[in-house]
């Protein structure tokens, strides 16, 4: 494995990583106090975090290995990991509203006839 390469990428993507490890955290401490928003940060926060570990290792060892095909592996390890990493976000943001309330209050603002 390319550990100057792995190296590189994980003082790149550090500070990405730790807020993914901090909202995963912070999902599964707030799991009683409101369930479906900690469940759907939880688990965007933990595929965020997968999805950016298993890239990096990923493409480590293909630089280390060298395949014939490399350029086409790389590519496809960045499309999966770019398809994973939308997921993980639109969990995150479905968080946002989940569980929340109508309040009717300004919607009509926004959406008039």
Known sequence: MNMQFLTSQLTAQGPALAVFGVAFFLGIANLGRHP??????????LV???????????????????????????QAIGSVAGFLRA??????????FAGREHTGGNQDRYFRD
């Open 48 to 74: 965020l975090l997968i999805t950016s570990i298993g890239s990096m290792l990923l493409q480590a060892f293909l630089i280390e290995a060298q395949p014939a095909e490399f350029a086409r592996q790389m």
């Open 87 to 96: 997921a993980g976000l639109a969990l995150l943001v479905s968080a946002i």
């Open 36 to 45: 479906q928003p900690a469940r759907l940060t939880t688990l965007g926060a």
